[in-house]
């Protein structure tokens, strides 16, 4: 089956790390040899339904991460119960279609769609019934890593009264949500207008999260809005939202600084000390009255963690006391004889806005981006992807076996362009160099400095939490080099090895840039490293962005399955240049209780599932052009680090 698509494209980022490897040995880029397409027939596209949706039984045991993700990353829907899961989400009655919804959901749609907003709280002075706490200075850590607390409130509320989707109204409240800007050349929407957000808010259809926007700031909601980001179950760890479409009816707000609900903001420990103790601000009871499942914090290591500043403003109130500001506070603290109890006297800063980020933890909005809105920021700089689908995709229509290629994805570099002159790095012992005029390819890259230590330990020099994410263009280009095969006695055998491999141009933070060789894979890098003292010239790669550079032959994803195991299906994809395969990488699937794991390629979706000894696939929703060309797999460090921070919680 073959689909040719010539829908317009997407865009998403794929990160590309520059850290630090010796350079290799010289070896000219040898310019590559126009080779045929791989043959493939052409029949006219068949869509055919999804199969209906297996029933399942409600298990009494709790079920594993590894089920509950297999769940999530297999249910896929064929387009029209897509977009309509989509439209259920939404519980207020919206002016939109379905399809429309669906549309908006494309990678380029969603990503233009997306704003940061910040949903701020201020601190509260101290009410005077705050208890005392006491200061990890001995021992092994406290169960109790309670320091103090105080009160923390919204900025505002807005109380409205909305539609919902079944023709009842309702009464809700929605708290104070501000833009922030991304410098999003290509957004596809507007930082105009003003913003309140809730989550868990009561519907007919169950608690839902939400914002909803006066456009043209009359005192009516008129547009509904998904919160795509956020960190913890309050509000106000929203730092993203997305996809706002219009409402059918108006809704009427007024806006109120009282009465709004009483959170509480805690300092724990996360450090031994006593005159000086490390702490973290935190959120310690939410708008919902709930205490957040992390509260216990962390300790050493968590870039949240701060240490206290001696105050000199106020004497000790005890004999061998300390006085200590922690942030917007500071708190007096008894000796060690009598046991460092800590107890907060005043709040020196109500004004400070505050927003919730990693783990509970109370970030000032001063700080810059959260996380999730750096990302957004720097996904938004590079609106092509690294590797788009042309459309041509082929798949297997009568069922298959365990080695058999069954998808191939033509594509294109979203960025190509060509080197406008010679260029070559000399060093003491050797020198590398690029002929002018050779074709290069192009990945987004996010830039990290690693420092190495002794036993290979590694220390970035990124900030722990990052707020700005560097982000160039790393321009590359494919080399293929014919190496003489030897015998056991080193004669040559007639034979020879086709090597492909990538040379690149990458360039430091200092304005200069070198080659570095053997880079993989040769037509599709994902990562490199650059010494910090290796040889460079001065100022950027000289290259050229051109469109549709010309490697010689067209490129290709190719698929086969390699295995397949109680949960996993695990693939093999090979790039190629024309008939010749360039490199190959394993791709790993999840699969359902059925044996059912969703293939989505160029933003088209196909079941692969068992068919007697052999498999099959199904499609459900057709490519696009200018989508993502590559298998989507399972992204295993993801799946790690998720492992691990619940492990950590």
């Known amino acids: 089956m073959k689909y040719l698509s010539g829908v317009a494209g997407s865009a998403a980022i794929a990160a590309l790390c520059v850290g630090s490897m010796a350079a290799a040995q010289e070896r000219p ?49 064929d387009p029209q119960q897509r977009a309509q899961a989509l439209l259920d989400e939404i519980p207020i009655a919206v002016a939109i279609e379905p399809m429309a919804l669906a549309e908006t959901f494309t990678r380029t749609e969603i990503l233009h769609r997306s704003v940061a907003i ?19 200075h001995t021992g092994d850590a406290p169960k109790d890593r309670y320091l103090g607390e105080t009160g923390a409130r919204a900025a505002s509320a807005a109380t409205t009264n909305v539609t919902w989707k079944d023709g009842s109204t309702g009464e809700i409240d929605l708290y104070e949500a501000r833009f922030r800007s991304t410098d999003d050349k290509n957004s596809l929407t507007t930082l105009e207008g003003v913003v309140y957000c809730g989550t868990q808010v009561a519907t007919p259809s169950g608690e839902k999260d939400m914002c909803l926007i006066d456009r ?29 479409v219009p409402m059918q009816a108006a809704a009427p707000y007024t806006v109120r600084n009282d009465g709004l609900p009483e959170m509480k903001a805690q300092w724990t420990t996360c450090g031994k000390d006593w005159d000086l103790p490390y702490y973290q601000l935190r ?17 050493w290591g968590d870039p949240y963690c701060a240490k206290s500043e001696k105050y000199e403003r106020v004497e000790p109130a005890n004999k061998g006391g300390r006085v200590a500001r922690m942030g917007p506070a500071y708190a007096q603290i008894s000796s060690k004889k009598s046991g460092a109890s800590i107890q907060l006297e005043r709040v020196l800063d109500t004004e400070t806005l505050y927003r919730v980020e990693g783990r509970d933890k109370l970030a000032p909005l001063s700080a810059g981006f959260a996380p999730a809105q750096a990302q957004l920021s720097a996904n938004q700089q590079f609106t092509r992807l690294p590797y788009q689908s042309t459309g041509d995709v082929t798949v297997a ?23 406008t002159e010679d260029v070559k790095i000399r060093t003491l012992l050797s020198s590398r160099s690029v002929e002018g005029g050779m074709p290069v390819y192009g990945v987004p890259a996010k830039r990290t400095t ?23 263009l790393i321009w590359c280009l494919p080399t293929r080099e014919e190496i003489p095969l030897v015998d056991r006695d080193n004669k040559p055998t007639g034979n020879v090895k086709i090597e492909w491999t990538a040379t690149c141009l990458p360039d430091n933070r200092r304005g200069q840039h070198t080659i570095l060789k053997d880079q993989s894979p040769a037509l599709a890098v994902r990562n490199m490293r650059m010494d910090a003292t290796i040889s460079t010239n001065d100022g950027p790669p000289p290259v050229a962005e051109r469109a549709n550079a010309d490697f010689g032959a067209p490129l290709y994803f190719r698929y086969s399955l390699k295995e397949a195991s109680k949960n996993l299906y695990t693939l093999t994809e090979e790039v190629l240049l024309g008939e010749e395969v360039t490199s190959s990488n394993d791709i790993i699937l999840l699969k359902d209780e059925d044996g059912k794991a969703v293939v989505e390629v160029a933003g088209g979706s196909f079941m692969l599932e068992p068919d007697g000894e052999q498999y099959k696939l199904t499609a459900m929703l057709p490519p696009r052009e200018g989508e993502d060309a590559r298998v989507k797999g399972l992204d295993v460090m993801a799946l790690m680090r998720r492992l691990l921070a619940d492990i950590e919680r």
């Open 29 to 77: 880029p040898v310019p590559v040899q126009a080779v045929p397409a791989p043959s493939s027939t052409t029949p006219p596209p068949v869509m055919v339904p999804p199969p209906a949706p297996a029933t399942q039984e409600i298990e009494a045991e709790e079920r594993s991460l590894f089920e509950i993700m297999a769940e999530g990353v297999n249910r896929r829907l």
């Open 118 to 136: 910040d949903v701020p709280l201020r601190l509260t002075a101290l009410s005077g019934n705050e208890r005392a706490g006491s200061v990890w």
């Open 216 to 244: 043209d700031g009359d005192r009516s909601f008129d547009e509904f809005a998904f919160i795509a980001s956020r960190s913890g179950k309050s509000v106000h760890g929203a730092t993203v939202l997305t996809a706002a």
């Open 283 to 299: 959120l310690g009871t939410d708008e919902h009255g709930n205490e957040p499942a992390s509260r216990a914090g962390t300790y």
């Open 397 to 419: 229509e009568t069922p298959f076996k365990v080695g058999d290629h069954f998808v191939t994805s033509a594509f294109r570099h979203g960025y190509t362009g060509v080197v």
């Open 450 to 472: 690693v420092t190495y230590g002794g036993y290979g330990y590694q220390i970035p020099a990124t900030p722990a939490i990052e707020r700005k994410i560097d982000m160039d």
